[in-house]
């Protein structure tokens, strides 16, 4: 016996303590080496970029920045660029206008027209702004190069050509000659086109609701410096419902937006 000890366990029963001892151990190791290789990602999987890798420039939508001026395309395209700098040909009229009294839309003047496709989108949004209590009539739409450039005298008649200039666009350069872009009142807002249409319940509800039909602010608050035109709280643009909702989540205005997905005036003297 041992001083101050206990006895010692007989060899075999030693022996057999050693070899579970082993065993475990082995055990112990083989698990580890199992859950590291479930754990470490293959080569293949890691070279791999990640579902949720960043976002390329240009916008929440994915598309890439486009380098360069857009490219020509067809005047009848929904997304053409029209401003200060592309401007349509003189002879250019969209081939499907259609009266808005065809499709309900209260009018100013029950003349006005608007491309077939547009003045259905347009029907619907007036019918959900009025079922919310908001009421919307057009003040203008289709408007030829002739009646732009008449447009554009009287303003500058008013204020003078350099004035004129951010308040009236110059012939060919108006989105009205498109056949895609009206022009909002209400009685609220006197049935005058002027910004005091933007401080009306109307206009804050087609801020909001406009692109589920398709139509977008062209001309929105602070982007003179970006359009050469001033705050229009009152005029829409029909680009279709897919890029309205693309042009939203990519958060730019619509000059922005259509300078990197939208295409210049390529119609040559017949049209579209």
Not at 139 to 159: D, G, L, P, T, V
Not at 162 to 174: C, I, K, Q, R, V
Not at 183 to 201: H, K, L, P
Not at 210 to 227: C, D, I, M, N, S
Request: glycine share 12%; hydrophobic share 40%; charged share 25%.
């Amino acid at each position: 016996m041992r001083r101050g000890g206990r006895r010692g366990a007989p060899a075999g029963r030693r022996a057999g303590w050693l070899r579970l001892a082993l065993a475990a151990g082995a055990l112990a190791t083989l698990a580890l080496f199992v859950l590291a290789a479930v754990e470490r990602p293959s080569t293949e999987t890691a070279a791999r970029p990640a579902a949720s890798s960043p976002k390329p420039p240009g916008g929440g939508d994915g598309r890439a920045e486009r380098e360069g001026p857009p490219p020509e395309g067809s005047c009848d395209h929904l997304l053409v660029l029209v401003d200060r700098e592309h401007a349509l040909p003189p002879s250019y009229a969209p081939r499907d206008l259609v009266p808005l009294r065809a499709y309900g839309v209260p009018a100013l003047d029950p003349n006005l027209l608007l491309r077939r496709e547009a003045a259905r989108s347009l029907a619907l949004l007036v019918r959900a702004a009025a079922a919310e209590g908001h009421e919307l009539a057009v003040a203008s739409a289709y408007r030829s190069h002739k009646e732009q450039r008449a447009a554009h005298a009287r303003w500058a008649s008013y204020y003078g050509d350099e004035n004129a200039g951010g308040l009236s666009a110059l012939p060919g350069h108006s989105q009205h000659q498109l056949g895609t872009a009206v022009d909002f009142t209400n009685a609220e807002a006197g049935y005058e086109v002027w910004q005091g249409f933007g401080r009306t319940e109307a206009s804050r509800w087609l801020e909001r609701n406009a692109p589920r039909y398709g139509f977008v602010l062209a001309y929105p608050l602070g982007g003179q410096e970006k359009t050469g035109y001033a705050w229009e709280p009152w005029h829409y643009r029909y680009i279709g419902k897919e890029a309205a909702r693309r042009m939203q989540r990519s958060g730019l205005d619509l000059q922005e937006f259509l300078l990197r997905e939208g295409v210049r005036p390529g119609c040559g003297r017949g049209g579209g």
